[in-house]
Each structure stands twice: as C-alpha cells, then as structure tokens.
T-cell receptor, first 116, second 112 residues
Framework: GAVVSQHPSRVICKSGTSVKIECRSL??????MFWYRQFPKQSLMLMAT?????????EQGVEKDKFLINHASLTLSTLTVTSAHPEDSSFYIC????????????FGPGTRLLVL | QKEVEQNSGPLSVPEGAIASLNCTYS??????FFWYRQYSGKSPELIMS????GDKEDGRFTAQLNKASQYVSLLIRDSQPSDSATYLC????????????FGSGTQLTVLP
C-alpha cells in the first residue's frame, strides 16, 4: 500500500527557532502534497497545498512567510516553521496524492511540535 | 462555504453491535467521499472511499452514499473495542484544487 513518512515524529524547540518537517512518499510519486495542522480535540485544518516544481497554495489565514513549503521532487515536500512561537505548537500532518490516483490522499504519521 | 457536517458524539455502542456514523455535505458538486479513522495522537487512516450512490462493503465496514440527499454514512458491523476512535468524513469538493474537506469527526467508543 501507499506509505507516507514524516520526520521528525516529535520535536521540542525554543521560541524563535525554526523547525523543518519532511514528508516523503515512499512507494509512489506525488505531484501534490498537503499540509494540515490539528489542535487538540479539533479536526484537521488544511494549511497549504504543495505542488512539485511550483509555489505552494496557502489557505486563508496561513502566513506563507512563516510556514515555508518546498516541494522539490515527486517524493519530498518540506514544511519549515520559521521563528516558532508557543501558539505554533500543534500536530502537523502531511498527505500525498498518488500521481496514478488523483482521488485518494495518504497521510503521514504526523509531527508533534512543542514550542517552549 | 463548502462544509462537511458530522455529529461529534461521543457515540457509544456495545461490543458486537452495529455502529452508524453519519455525515452531510453542502457542496452538491462533490464527487468523492472518504471515511478516515483516527486514533488518539495518531494521523488519519483511510478506511473507505465511495464515489457512486448506493452501498459499498469492505469487511465489517459499509459506506453508503446518497448524493440527492447529500448524505454519506459508515456502518461498522460487529463493533470491536479496537474500533474505538474518531471517524472523519472527508469530501473532495468541486473545483480544480481537488482538496479534501474534513468534518469535525465523530468519536466512537465500543464498550466491551
């Protein structure tokens, strides 16, 4: 089956530092990857859509200069949280859509970010 | 605004019973519908996808879609305690972005 990995699974950092999260599709190619954020007891909220070789599309209210997304290859997208603050602490989840199947999204295991 | 609505629950059923989870969506042009299961602290796991009206069965799971009523449901037969999780309904709405829109999820507890 389609497998998506994320790294790191958990990160604790000091306020003001930047954190990079990697999302990889392991056994398929993905022209499109998605980044979600989930706060406790809430559903997933789409942050941005990442397209290979082009600029990401950000949802309303998501600061593109704070959440930098790079999708340099068909199997890798990265999300960098710049100058992280405690309110950025959340569960960040990526998903990838198989180039062969434009309907189904496969989710990574998520990255739990805690900013002190 | 394109929305997906779910009863947040919690829904409790005894072990062995049928759990029924419901979802409505607002975008009449939606074509693709998914049910994901999310255990606490984990990311969503795809259970079922359904694209046409009617029922689709996979093991103990049955997804039902009624586009006229803009309604999609998930039935879990012979519920097990391991089915206890939050179930997320997701819809790919009309439009070129093909983004998933999630409901808020229904928390299911299966009591042993």
């Amino acid at each position: 089956g389609a497998v998506v990995s994320q790294h790191p699974s958990r990160v604790i950092c000091k306020s003001g530092t930047s954190v990079k999260i990697e999302c990889r599709s392991l056994d398929f190619q993905a022209t499109t990857m998605f980044w979600y954020r989930q706060f406790p007891k809430q559903s997933l909220m789409l942050m941005a859509t990442s397209n290979e070789g082009s600029k990401a599309t950000y949802e309303q209210g998501v600061e593109k200069d704070k959440f930098l997304i790079n999708h340099a290859s068909l199997t890798l997208s990265t999300l960098t949280v710049t100058s992280a603050h405690p309110e950025d602490s959340s569960f960040y989840i990526c998903s990838a859509r198989d180039i062969q199947d434009q309907e189904t999204q496969y989710f990574g295991p998520g990255t739990r970010l805690l900013v002190l | 605004q394109k929305e997906v609505e779910q009863n947040s629950g919690p829904l409790s059923v005894p072990e062995g019973a049928i759990a029924s989870l419901n979802c409505t969506y607002s975008d009449r042009g939606s074509q693709s519908f998914f049910w994901y299961r999310q255990y606490s602290g984990k990311s969503p796991e795809l259970i079922m996808s359904i694209y046409s009206n009617g029922d689709k069965e996979d093991g103990r799971f049955t997804a039902q879609l009624n586009k006229a009523s803009q309604y999609v449901s998930l039935l879990i037969r012979d519920s097990q305690p391991s089915d206890s999780a939050t179930y997320l309904c997701a819809v790919i709405s009309s439009g070129s972005a093909r983004q998933l829109t999630f409901g808020s999820g229904t928390q299911l507890t299966v009591l042993p």
